[in-house]
């Protein structure tokens, strides 16, 4: 499928998903949220998508965040309209929001910070799975400083991943933290040259395809919901959810491709 304002491809089961606006410095556009939305429904439907690794266009920017002006002029047709007008960061497409896109899928998804990811841009890279981000980059919430606030999930996601005071001092403050300040608070996993940013992680992705597809697919699931369960419920669902992650089949088939791959496993699951 071809998108107005971003690219997918696919190679090797690795998805390149880039967001293609670099003359207005990759900035979130109703269009491309629609775009984000439909290409991650793509992944979703053809398993041969097995990690998706989601970078911007130019080398400037990774995501500059929303485009204002875009939003802007659709509140302003709206109210023509005679339609409700709704502020500038109003992120929800007609069916779903990018970032739950990103953040719901059953696959991995890398963000490769390759510049610039402030206000909605480093929401997309918080909806990520794994963060790896170039040391000449840069990643903020800077809408407190025009008077808005992050409205992409940043003022709930941020405190999730890096606890509450670092994430109200970076939300209060507006400030950008630089690549290696972003690593020491836990917003990223990983800093990186910037010319090895996608060598990096296409390694990581690599690493991802050749464990199975439904036990990853299960973590993912069970982190991203046991993190807002009491610890007692948690665990209740991780027992439930693996025991049903797979079939027979499936995990043998797994069981197999780890004996081939080390005699510790060939052992351990009598394939030797």
Partial sequence: MNYESIILERKDGI??????????????????????????????????????IVTGAGGKHFCGGADLRDFAERARERA????????????????????????????????AI?????????????????RVIADTATVGLPEIRFGALPAGGGTQRLPRLVGAGIAKEMIFSGLPCRAEDAL???????????????PECEKTARVYIERAAYALKTAKALINRGIELPLKDALVLER?????????????????????????????????
């Fill in 240 to 272: 439930k959810m693996i025991a049903e992650m797979a079939t027979p089949a499936e995990r043998k088939a797994a069981q197999d491709a780890a004996a081939a791959s080390q005699k510790t496993y060939a052992r351990i699951f009598n394939r030797s």
């Fill in 114 to 130: 390759n510049g610039a990811a402030m206000g909605g841009g480093c929401e997309i890279a918080l909806a990520c799975d794994i």
């Fill in 184 to 198: 020491r608070i836990g917003l990223v996993n990983r800093v990186v040259p910037a010319a090895d940013l996608i």
């Fill in 15 to 52: 998805g390149y998903l880039t967001l293609n606006r670099p003359e207005r410095a990759n900035t979130i556009s109703f269009q491309l949220m629609i775009d984000v939305v439909n290409a991650m429904e793509e992944v979703e439907k053809d398993a041969e998508y097995r990690v998706v």
């Fill in 80 to 111: 023509k309209a005679g339609g409700e007008r709704q502020g500038t960061a109003d992120f929800v497409s007609p069916r779903r929001d990018l970032f739950s896109a990103l953040e719901e899928s059953r696959v991995p998804v890398i963000a």
